[in-house]
């Protein structure tokens, strides 16, 4: 396999980072394709002209190479292929898509990422170079692809799912008013890009209390997702599904009625194991899954341990991305056990005063020297408010 560290321009004209650039902006088109990463792929024949592209629209379907190749159905014999991730080489819903670019003739593939997946992890690879097709790995755009598959790449990694935490605030740092109120602290286009990044979550996690006092759905609204029609197209399977609804509940308390367990897709809630769980009311879609309350330090015995439910919804559930829509407790104790790695914080442009509740309880922090680093990435007006991005310097790269 050939490493490059800069763009380069084949004896035949083919421009490569002109051509990865645009299946990178395949593969970011689709919101999710969970658990499988986000991949884009083009086909390029030596008059440096695009004869087919895809990208993977959902798990189960073809893969980006796949649907690709069979757009330059009879132009792909000594063609490139320009795939976002490593073709994989290993049976799994599908097809290996090495064995498709094999058979299609293709006379080269250039790569930009590796797949950290063990089942993967540079057997694709090896197999188009066994059959005599030039592997080529674009590594100073390997960040690249990589951005686009967070989760994927560090439940590969890690073993857990990558988690964002998002709040919302007044300016005077508050998440509701005195007598808990919080609707609504941002307006329209806030919300809406919210619902997106539910669409692109695998699991939306809140915890009992937000249950208790605000009776949430926590599901997409799609009518809040304000897609164009090709956008909808692109995405029909995050259009179709709901991301997994999950509930930290340690002693059960979570009502029968309440409406997260209402709406279609899977809820789990995560109790103690030493409470009596009764399920028979519940709908058929609630699973209750049972923890010990003693696994991680730091977590209080009573309470359901934060790293326990993320490990079980990497390894049992395959979860990539994990959104947490929770008040200032459970969204505190997930920063503090440094768990989080992108906090997302929009703000409304209105006072709350203090004694509304804050962003985030943060026991134990007495001087500067407590304080908990995060990088700004960017901070983005929508409409009349703003949303911060910030990534903490513990975080997962």
């Given at each position: 396999m050939i490493a490059i560290e800069a763009n380069e321009i084949g004896v035949s004209g083919i421009d490569y980072e002109l051509h990865m650039l645009h299946a990178l902006s395949l593969a970011q088109r689709v919101l999710t394709a969970t658990p499988n990463p986000r991949?884009?792929?083009v086909i390029v024949n030596a008059d440096n002209e695009v004869v087919g592209e895809g990208w993977h629209h959902a798990p189960g379907e073809a893969h980006a190479e796949i649907n690709a190749l069979n757009q330059a159905a009879g132009k792909t014999a000594d063609a490139v292929a320009f795939v976002t991730l490593e073709p994989c080489a290993h049976y799994g819903k599908t097809p290996p898509c090495a064995d498709a670019l094999i058979a299609a003739g293709i006379g080269k593939t250039v790569i930009a990422s590796l797949d950290p997946n063990p089942a993967v992890a540079g057997k694709g690879a090896e197999k188009l170079?066994?059959?005599?097709?030039?592997?080529?790995?674009?590594?100073?755009l390997e960040h690249r692809s990589r951005a686009i598959n967070p989760g994927y790449m560090k439940r590969m990694i890690t073993g857990l799912?990558?988690?964002?935490?998002?709040?919302?605030?007044?300016?005077?740092?508050?998440?509701?008013?005195a007598n808990r109120e919080s609707k609504w602290i941002t307006g329209p286009q806030a919300r809406s890009e919210v619902q997106q990044l539910r669409a692109e979550s695998g699991a939306i996690i809140t915890g009992i209390n937000t249950v208790l006092q605000d009776d949430p759905s926590m599901t997409v609204r799609l009518d809040e997702l304000n897609l164009s029609e090709t956008q909808a197209s692109h995405n029909r399977f995050a259009m179709s599904r709901q991301p997994m609804r999950v509930i930290m509940d340690s002693s059960m308390a979570t009502p029968v009625n309440a409406k997260i367990l209402q709406a279609p897709g899977e809820i789990k809630i995560f109790a103690l194991d030493s409470v009596d769980v009764d399920v028979a009311d519940y709908p058929s879609t609630t699973e209750v899954i049972t923890v010990s309350g003693d696994k991680h330090d730091g977590t209080p015995k009573n309470r359901v341990d934060p790293a326990t439910v993320l490990?079980?919804?990497a390894s049992r559930f395959e979860v990539n991305?994990?959104?947490?829509?929770?008040?200032?407790v459970l969204s505190g104790a997930f920063v503090q056990a440094a768990l989080v790695d992108e906090l997302i914080i929009y703000v409304g442009g209105k006072l709350l005063g203090s004694n509304g509740l804050p962003l985030l309880e943060l026991a134990g922090l007495e001087s500067?020297?407590?304080?908990?680093i995060i990088d700004i990435d960017n901070i983005k007006q929508l409409g009349k408010d703003c949303r911060i991005l910030g990534r903490f310097e513990n975080s997962w790269k």
């Open positions: 991949v884009g792929c170079e066994q059959a005599g097709i030039e592997v080529v790995h674009m590594k100073y799912p990558y988690v964002r935490c998002k709040l919302a605030m007044s300016l005077d740092g508050r998440t509701a008013a490990e079980l919804l991305e994990v959104l947490l829509e929770a008040g200032p500067m020297s407590d304080q908990i």
